[in-house]
């Protein structure tokens, strides 16, 4: 590859090897003439490849994730389009997000990026995305999509972004062993949970894994929420945000249930990354945990089997519903070769051979559920067969601790609340309903 | 015609030249001082006026000129995190700063009694400084850590009930911070005071003492009142240390429990860099800027005026 500069919606690539063999012919004027080739380069070198190049901001850059990325670079590449990486390390996305801020003001984004739920429709509102229709068509993504999730990556009726993967987020893992030695069987309703949980600290382990921080307050949080107030309940008060609904009944049952499962954690989960509380449960110190299934990466690599060395299953009270997290990549407006480029990204996005590979890669589940799953482990099997159960019966609700359900400010608001409530000791639910009430409107 | 040429340009030249130089030497300071000054004022003041501006806007995901007025003031006076944030520096400056200085000028004034191993020791409480505030918030998570850390060791000796959980006690979690950082810092302050301290004249602490004046009397009314300077630049120091910390915060507790040890600047950061309220933001971060003001202006008025007349 010559080297490429991004200038402007096109990237700027020179053909070095020319460049080279007119300095040497000239060594005398050798650098006024490479100023003088250099700016005609830029001129007309502009878009030098025949079929485009596309850029892509993201943030796959652990190694199997990385790898996964590079899949959808080699199938472009043999389109023939150029990939330009932009991978954007670190806090999960808020650098990329940060960076991705100051190349879009300087009105100069890059062709894809990482952006996920409601975050498009911000972008989509700055006017900032390319419709994606004519790929959206051509592939049938109305039929191959469940309708939650199109919704998602339209825009004012228009297809601007591609599903890449499909997290669940209510998902219970556990170490059979530890539950073994309790006497206790994987708790199906909250009920169970907390009798085996009480079992489980009988017999000295820890009931329940758990960080302290807000982001896995929240999972918990909405996972509870869920499995007490059941699927209509949680579109209420956490994608609608109806105050009634957030100063509800349900709403302070939901609270103190959740707060009830403190009881069931250690002391020292204040601060606690959510992978160390995974290996917890993979070293036999604690029994479970609930938490999406990007925990499946932490199992993988200590080598263990799913099914086997380690369970998972829906999270207590939730087998009919999936929260969802799903990572997309939004299309920038841009205009000629890279427009075309671009298109054939999203064409790609979709397509069997990428799905697969970066999902296996990624713990998560292919966005379109027709794709062959023998590859998968049997925690993957079941989650895509409960996304396609709960897309037909209703019950595919986005997640609100991950980004899925409301915009980010809305998202803060409500994780200060619960994460407060969860660590305060003289806290009534009836009080943190009221200021969950308070925080939605105030967001509005 | 060249020989006199040359003789009516002899005398000439050499004033010009002068001139040249003197004028070069008058403005080469002021040439070299430009781009600094230049990047200084659009860098430093030019984006403080650009936040006051983006802190009248109702700005979200990007910056927009929409102005609101005050509006965006009035949301964080209603919010309750900012008054924890808020509350939280008050107590987490106010205690830093005094016992660091407690502590240092104990320190000073001990290590000032000609002991042997001095430089050893003087290094051994310096050392705390050269480290960032991310492997001091690292440290001590873990030391505090009820799990692993300092609870943890005293239990395995045998005091089975021997707590010491503040790190995961909303109420006091705010006091490790103020733990670590004056671990990190009072050292600094020893060494500030103690060469305040050598340079204090032995003559005068003599005359105090044939006077008759013992020697805590010396130190409180003799040599204390002459490091007034030093305290000065101490306060400076550890108040702007107080004011900007973000990452001890973000190592030690990462504002945990809850929001509880949250202090403005980690506010300032979640709200415009990751929750999309960049007006929000903007105003904590005017509002920061008017407390730093409010402390620091009084301070160095007094302080700059009474040197000038004493």
């Not at chain 1, 995305?129 to 004012?156: F, H, K, S």
């Not at chain 1, 998968?376 to 099997?381: G, V």
């Not at chain 2, 301290?197 to 010396?218: C, M, N, T, Y």
Request: glycine share 8%; hydrophobic share 50%; with cysteine.
């Amino acid at each position: 590859m010559p080297s490429c500069k991004p200038i402007g919606f096109t990237s700027t690539c020179f053909n070095k090897a020319r460049l080279n063999t007119r300095l040497n012919r000239t060594p005398f004027t050798r650098t006024r003439f490479a100023l003088a080739t250099a700016l005609a380069a830029s001129v007309s070198f502009t878009s030098a490849h025949a079929a485009g190049d596309v850029e892509v901001l993201h943030w796959w850059t652990s190694g199997g994730e990385a790898r996964a990325a590079n899949v959808l670079k080699d199938l472009m590449e043999a389109e023939g389009y150029g990939w330009q990486d932009f991978a954007v390390a670190g806090g999960g996305g808020e650098t990329a997000m940060t960076v991705l801020k100051s190349r879009a003001m300087s009105g100069n984004p890059p062709s894809a990026a990482q952006i996920k739920g409601p975050e498009i429709q911000e972008w989509g509102e700055l006017g900032l995305l390319g419709e994606l229709d004519d790929v959206a068509e051509a592939e049938g993504w109305n039929q191959l999509l469940p309708e939650t999730v199109a919704e998602i990556m339209r825009y004012d009726g228009q297809y601007v972004a591609v599903p890449v993967n499909v997290h669940r987020v209510n998902w219970l893992w556990a170490n059979p062993n530890v539950l073994e030695q309790a006497g206790v069987e994987m708790p199906t309703t909250l009920d169970e949970l907390f009798a085996a949980g009480e079992a489980i600290r009988e017999a000295g382990f820890i009931p329940l894994a758990h960080g302290g921080q807000a982001w896995q307050d929240a999972t918990v949080f909405e996972t509870v929420l869920l499995a007490t107030g059941g699927v209509e309940f949680y579109q209420q008060a956490l994608v609608d945000l109806d105050p009634e609904a957030l100063g509800s009944e349900q709403m302070i049952e939901a609270l103190e249930t959740f707060k009830r499962l403190r009881g069931l954690m250690d002391d020292d989960m204040s601060g606690r990354d959510w992978n160390i509380a995974t290996s917890m449960v993979i070293n036999g110190d604690a029994a479970m945990q609930l938490m999406g299934d990007w925990a499946k990466g932490e199992f993988t690599a200590a080598e263990l089997t799913a099914g086997e060395d380690y369970l998972c299953a829906a999270a207590p009270g939730t087998a009919d519903a999936f929260t969802f997290n799903i990572d997309s990549l939004a299309m920038f407006r841009v205009a000629g070769e890279e427009h075309e480029a671009q298109q054939a990204l999203a064409r790609l996005v979709l397509e069997p051979t990428f799905q697969e590979a970066f999902n296996l890669a990624k713990g998560s589940i292919p966005a379109r559920p027709d794709l062959d799953m023998s590859d998968f482990d049997a925690c993957a099997r079941q989650s895509l067969e409960d996304f396609q159960r709960t897309a037909d019966e209703g019950g595919l609700v986005p997640s609100m601790a991950h980004g899925m359900a409301v915009r980010a400010d809305v998202q803060g608001a409500i994780f200060d609340v619960v994460t407060n409530y969860f660590n305060a000791r003289d806290m009534e639910a009836e009080q943190a309903a009221q200021r969950m009430v308070n925080a939605a409107q105030a967001a509005l | 015609m060249t020989i006199v040429s040359h003789a009516q340009e002899r005398p000439v030249r050499p004033a010009a030249r002068r001139t040249t130089a003197a004028h070069l030497q008058d403005w080469l300071p002021r040439l070299v001082l430009a781009p600094s000054v230049a990047i200084t004022l659009f860098f430093v003041y030019g984006f403080m006026l650009w936040t006051f501006v983006l802190s009248l806007t109702s700005s979200r995901m990007l910056p927009s000129y929409d102005f609101v007025g005050f509006a965006q003031y009035a949301r964080l006076m209603a919010n309750d995190r900012w008054w924890v944030a808020s509350t939280n520096l008050v107590i987490f400056g106010g205690l830093f700063v005094t016992i660091c200085l407690v502590i240092g000028v104990v320190l000073a004034i001990l290590l000032d009694q000609r002991i042997r191993q001095e430089g050893t020791l003087r290094t051994l409480y310096l050392y705390p400084m050269a480290l960032s505030f991310i492997v001091t918030g690292v440290v001590w998570k873990w030391l505090l850590n009820p799990g692993l850390g300092i609870q943890a060791m005293v239990r395995s000796w045998g005091f089975e009930s021997f707590t010491f959980n503040w790190i995961v006690d909303p109420d006091m979690a705010i006091y490790t911070l103020v733990l670590a950082a004056v671990w990190q810092a009072s050292g600094f302050v020893m060494a500030l005071f103690l060469a305040g301290l050598r340079g204090i004249d032995d003559s005068i602490i003599k005359a105090a003492q044939l006077d008759g004046a013992s020697l805590p009397r010396v130190y409180y009314r003799v040599i204390l009142p002459c490091l007034r300077p030093v305290v000065f630049s101490a306060v400076m120091i550890l108040s702007h240390i107080a004011i900007k910390s973000f990452d001890l915060v973000v190592a030690l507790t990462g504002g945990g429990p809850g929001y509880a040890t949250d202090l403005p600047a980690t506010f300032m950061y979640a709200h415009a860099f990751t929750r999309a309220q960049i007006g929000l933001g903007s105003a904590s971060a005017m509002l920061m800027l008017g407390g730093v003001l409010a402390i620091l202006i009084p301070y160095l008025y007094s302080e700059l005026r009474s040197r000038k007349h004493g």
